[in-house]
């Protein structure tokens, strides 16, 4: 034999066949983005892998960045990128960002029937309008950083850090925004891969810039917000190219960068009320926010811990919901509403299982991983305190990101908005005004997540039960 198996050229083609069908790719190499044909649960394993791979390297990013700040700038620091500031960001720059799920939608459903020239167009429409949008907020960010972090009662020890952070933060929002909506169109027609290595290329080059700037170079808080704007700049450029030099329906051309009232409209129909429940989520968590704050820097810098190790739950999580998003939008586009009620049934299989797993195995690394994180035993203890009131009980939160992710791609954008409003975001301000005023302490803080997940679930599987969001799918735009 003169060489392996894989190294003939036969054994090099049946390796490539092997590696394209496991991909959904054709021989000529082009990703398979259609998600209405094959087996519903493969399709949407192999659709929801790239996102949940990403969104795990986002958070492996976000965990070594809060390594780096913690040990080699401070607590105070820490809590000045993670406290206040961080609610700011999730706040506005948040709401931005989910109304890029309305363009998504819009998309999936057109590119699911077929139409090549609606692609295009819808495609260029939204990457305008957020790039636009990114422009206004970014100058409202840096005229208005000081006055929300005061708002918030901010502590004083931590204020300066942060208003410095977040007007460099902000810069890069434009840059944040057309990223977020070009990722999202790309995952719209069925192509999670492409996004998922462009944010690898992004966070690793974060994490270098972070040493750089911030260990060898030692600007501090500057260095660590300078390495993020920069490294968003790449991902988007990444992302702006496969777009432009694309070959399929989606492909972008300078020409379509305009804004089209149709577009317009329906983008911001579904889009906008994703936007209030992300901002309503935020006003939640800011009011929390206020009472972590009054409990102490060593709570404010655990509070900001604790997304950095749980944080790959919700990264997973809002992936899955993002897979279900896209997948039930194209089959919905394209009619097939058997395989919408099929993905509901695996999906949340799906979801429940690996909750369960990634609970467990975040609860058997913490402590560990703490240590890796931060130094300060102070923090080390009051994190690991507040995870055992979170992470056993994220099984609660699996029907309300698997329902509303199908309800999201099947266009029923205001009702679920509604329940989450009311079961999460009010209930959780009702809580911190009557139950946390009362006792004033972690775990009164800490339960008002789990109370409000189990209310909310329960409720969303109520209403998604009686079946009339199904009648309410086509929002496919006619000429």
């Known amino acids: 034999m003169n060489g392996t198996f894989a190294e003939t050229g036969t054994g090099r083609q049946k390796l490539k066949e092997r590696i394209a069908h496991l991909f959904h790719r054709d021989h000529k190499g082009l990703p398979k983005k259609d998600l209405t044909t094959g087996v519903v649960w ?17 958070q492996l990013y976000n965990a070594v960045d809060g390594m780096i700040v913690g040990r080699f700038v401070g607590t105070r620091a820490l809590a000045a990128v993670g ?14 960002v989910a109304i890029t799920s309305g363009a998504s939608v819009v998309i999936a459903q057109v590119y699911g029937a077929g139409r090549e020239k609606d692609v295009q167009n819808a495609a260029g429409n939204a990457i305008t309008v957020f790039a636009l949008m990114g422009v206004v907020l970014m100058g409202f960010g840096l005229a208005a950083s000081p006055g929300m972090l005061s708002l918030l009662k901010t502590p004083a020890d931590t204020l300066a850090d942060a208003v410095l952070y977040l007007r460099i933060y902000f810069i890069g929002v434009p840059f944040v925004l057309v990223l977020n909506m070009e990722s999202n169109m790309l995952r719209a027609v069925g192509d999670s ?50 777009l432009l030099t694309a070959k399929e329906a989606y492909r972008l051309s300078f020409r379509q960068l305009r804004l089209k009232g149709m577009y317009l409209v329906n983008m911001m129909r579904l889009g906008v009320p994703s936007g209030l429940q992300s901002s309503m989520y935020a006003v939640s968590n800011m009011i929390i926010q206020v009472g972590v704050n009054t409990l102490g820097t060593v709570v404010v810098a655990s509070w900001a811990m604790t997304s950095k190790t749980d944080g790959i739950y919700w990264a997973v999580s809002n992936a899955m919901g993002a897979a279900i998003t896209s997948f039930v939008g194209q089959n919905l586009g394209a009619g097939k509403t058997d395989r919408v009620k099929t993905c509901v049934r695996q999906g949340m299989l799906m979801a429940l ?11 058997l690394c913490a402590k560990p991983l703490l240590h890796i994180l931060t130094n300060d035993p102070a923090v080390i203890d009051t994190t690991y305190e507040m995870m055992t009131y979170f992470v056993p009980f994220y099984f609660t939160w699996t029907a309300i990101e698997v329902l509303s992710g199908v309800l999201r791609g099947a ?5 679920p908005v509604i329940i989450i409003g009311i079961g999460i975001c009010l209930f959780r301000i009702i809580w911190i005004l009557t139950v946390f005023a009362a006792f004033r302490s972690l775990p009164a803080l800490c339960l008002c997540y789990t109370a409000s997940w189990t209310v909310t679930s329960a409720v969303m599987i109520l209403y998604f039960r009686k079946g009339s969001w199904l009648k309410r799918h086509s929002m496919v735009m006619t000429k």
Do not use: E, H, Y
């Open 42 to 58: 493969k399709r949407l394993l192999v659709f929801f892998l790239p996102i949940a791979a990403g969104t795990c390297i986002q």
């Open 83 to 96: 406290g206040s500031s961080a609610q700011i960001i999730n706040l506005l720059i948040g709401f931005f």
């Open 193 to 242: 891969l492409s996004p998922f290595l462009f944010m690898v290329a992004g966070c690793l080059t974060n994490i270098v810039l972070d040493v750089v700037f911030v260990v060898v170079c030692r600007w501090g808080i500057a260095g660590v917000a300078i390495a993020t704007v920069l490294s968003q700049v790449l991902n988007m450029a990444l992302l702006t190219g496969k």
């Open 353 to 363: 299982g690996i909750t369960v797993g990634l609970s467990t195995l975040i609860m």
């Open 411 to 415: 266009g029923d954008a205001i009702r």
